[in-house]
Structures are given as C-alpha cells and as structure tokens.
C-alpha cells in the first residue's frame, strides 16, 4: 500500500529501498462544473534543479515542448489536452541513475494552460493528487492529494524528489503561484 502523505512531509523514496531507480510521476486532477466555452488544459512539468533551487539553464525544464531531459533522466509522456478519463491525466519517468550530479532536486508542477485568457483558476480543479510509482514493478509507493486549498491561483508546486546523504526523498509542497507557467519559470530562473 503507497504511503500516503499530507502537505509538508518528506518521505524517504531510496533508503527504504535500494533497488528503486526509475519512478513514474503520475499527476491527475478534474475539473469541476465549468463553463466558460474553453477546455480546462492543465499542464505538468519538471525543473531540475541546482542546489540554489534554481535550473542550471532551459534545458532542465522538462515540458510538453521538451519532452526529454538532455541527459535521458526526466522524460515528460505527453500532453493531455482535456484531462478527460480515470488515473493519471500527464505522467513523467525518472531514471534516477541518470539524473546529472549537478541537479540536486526536481519539482513537479501543474499549470492551467492560457489560464487569464480562459479565466480558469485551481479554484475549478478538484481530486488534484501526485503519485509516485516504482516502474519497474507498477508498485505505487507514494501518493499526496492535493486537498481544495487553492482559488485564484493558475500554477502549483505539486511536489519534488530531493537528494539527501545520497538517497532520494519526496516532498509534498502543494504551494500555488499566480501568473501560470511564465511566473513558475522566473521563479526557477528559466528564460521566459
């Protein structure tokens, strides 16, 4: 059974056990009654971060127009253009051997795709989650449910796996941001 988790708490991912080496990030989400004549497009993404917290450059933003991560650790599965359907809407691999030693972190995100446009916000997303699962064995071994916390925020941190003493934990953040995917690339210090 996954461990599940609340806002804030960090789990150990590798210590526990030593074989895992690639995890599968699965972000799912709906979307309440809404009819404002647009589809609802959420997007997930990666940034692979330095020990400043900061991507070393664009390249380490993985993206539905960057689907793989130079060096093969991160590889984004594709974008799902209406989040329609059970289980994951957007899933990202990591192969954790793989992840440059450069990169001390990688955070998951969620954004609303042309959210002022749209006028969408998280305040209209409901059952948004992150899992984490062993994809060598399908296992799930972590799961955050991001609650209904949010309203007028178009981008969220949803978690991030981190390297500590040489192991990998995951960090449930469920912290938003307002501005969508361009204030989430300042934050981090991709060129937007």
Known sequence: MAVSLRKGQKVDLTKGNPSLKKILIGLGW???????????????AAFLLNDSGKVNGDEDFVFYNNLKH???????????????????????????????????????????????????????????????????TGKELIRYDLGEDFSVETAVVVGEIYRHNGEWKFNAIGSGFSGGLAALGRNFGVNV
């Open 70 to 136: 130079v060096s093969g650790s991160v590889e984004h599965m594709g974008d799902n253009l209406t989040g329609e359907g059970e289980g994951d809407d957007e899933e990202i691999k990591v192969d954790l051997e793989k992840v440059p030693a450069n990169i001390s972190k990688i955070d998951f995100t969620v954004t609303i795709y042309d959210a002022e446009t749209r006028k969408q916000t998280f305040g209209q997303v409901s059952n948004a989650y992150i899992r984490v699962v062993d994809d060598t």
């Open 30 to 44: 709906d979307v309440n009654k809404y009819d404002g004549g647009f589809d609802f497009d959420l997007d997930a």
